[in-house]
Nanobody, 120 residues
Framework: VQLQASGGGLVQAGGSLRLSCAASGRTYAMGWFRQAPGKEREFVAAISESASSTYYADSVKGRFTISRDNAKNTVYLQMNSLKPEDTAVYYC?????????????????WGQGTQVTVSS
């Protein structure tokens, strides 16, 4: 399985970005994580294989939306009202079952990461 994340960049506080993660192979449960310098990898959002279930970290709830297009085998993370504390490398990840989605060690496959920088 190969995951290719894209869409990161530099944006001012209050702005928006949309990240994409293109996956090869079958459909998996998907998650987005982020890691800022000197910090542990942090759960952001997850979506089930059918998109019937989603889950968000409290820090992004109401600002970020995870979605997917299974015809394109792509997962998206729409990020609105961005804050400087959202600055991090964002990673997409895939797992075989939509359980324990907040724990990064339970994911089977990882993309390469895309940098998101929010200036104040």
């Amino acid at each position: 399985v190969q995951l290719q994340a894209s869409g990161g960049g530099l944006v001012q506080a209050g702005g928006s970005l949309r990240l994409s993660c293109a996956a090869s192979g079958r459909t998996y449960a998907m998650g987005w994580f982020r890691q800022a310098p000197g910090k542990e990898r942090e759960f952001v959002a997850a979506i089930s294989e059918s998109a019937s279930s989603t889950y968000y970290a409290d820090s992004v709830k109401g600002r970020f939306t995870i979605s997917r297009d299974n015809a394109k085998n792509t997962v998206y993370l729409q990020m609105n009202s961005l804050k400087p504390e959202d600055t991090a490398v964002y990673y997409c990840a895939a797992k075989h079952m939509y359980v324990n989605v907040i724990y990064y060690r339970t994911y089977d496959y990882w993309g390469q990461g895309t940098q998101v920088t929010v200036s104040s």
